[in-house]
């Protein structure tokens, strides 16, 4: 089944150092979403972007999508010691009739941002 | 605005019991999706109600049950618990269909001794 891929699985830098993790994907999709994940508490939405897009910036964050590669990154520049967590990729699979409904989650990347 | 909420945030059971956990969406947001989180298997869907419909399941057996009321606040029913079933069970919302964001609740930690 389709599934998003984060890579690496694990991350450990300095507090100002960037941060980019990776996602791959198998199908075609309508969006790709960041969430990012505090040790065993909610998903926090970070980014959406959609397949027409081939990047987005909030604040600190950059996301960019390759849907030709089936591919997207987050960078997380100037990194602190607060943005310690998983973070996911998830993505909805586009159905024959149009439209999707479901988001498909990768296994994350637990990153540690040493102060 | 409020955020997803989610009740109760903490729950132990035994085997074979039943447990509902609950789950308000984002005002003005009829999409309520649930989904269990494991250190095994990851983030898995489980389903999505619409307007008090169910509209998407995922592969999880028929003792994981659910349902929407008509002010699209949700409930989940899990009947005889299983130890596996222990989890993070999470709750999203979002405004109508796919190409809105949807947003995510604390969760319910379960856990079945």
């Known amino acids: 089944s389709q599934q998003g891929e984060e890579d690496p699985q694990a991350l450990s830098i300095q507090e100002g150092e960037n941060a980019t993790m990776n996602c791959s994907y198998k199908?075609?999709?309508?969006?790709l979403q960041w969430y990012r994940q505090n040790s065993g508490r909610g998903l926090v939405h970070l980014i959406l972007?959609?397949?027409?897009?081939r990047e987005k910036h909030s604040g600190r964050l950059r996301v960019t999508l390759d849907t030709s590669k089936k591919s997207s990154s987050l960078l997380i520049t100037a990194s602190r010691a607060a943005d310690t967590a998983s973070y996911f990729c998830a993505t909805d699979a586009v159905l024959t009739q149009g439209g999707s409904e479901k988001l498909v989650f990768g296994k994350g990347t637990k990153l540690t941002v040493n102060p | 605005k409020a955020g997803v909420t989610q009740t109760p945030r903490y729950l132990i059971k035994t085997r074979g019991q039943q447990v509902t956990l609950s789950c308000s969406p984002i005002?003005?947001?009829?999409?309520v999706s649930w989904y269990q989180q494991t250190p095994g298997q990851g983030l898995q869907f489980l389903f999505e109600y619409f307007s008090e419909t169910q509209r998407n399941k995922g592969n999880f057996p028929g003792r994981f049950s659910g349902r929407q009321f008509s002010n699209s606040r949700s409930e989940m029913n899990v009947s005889t618990l299983e130890l596996g079933d222990s989890a993070l069970y999470l709750c999203?919302?979002?405004?109508?269909?796919?190409?809105?964001?949807?947003?995510f609740g604390p969760g319910t930690r379960l856990t079945v001794l």
């Open positions: 005002s003005g947001h009829r999409s």
């Open positions: 972007i959609r397949s027409n897009e």
């Open positions: 999203a919302s979002r405004r109508n269909g796919w190409w809105d964001t949807q947003y």
């Open positions: 199908t075609s999709i309508n969006n």
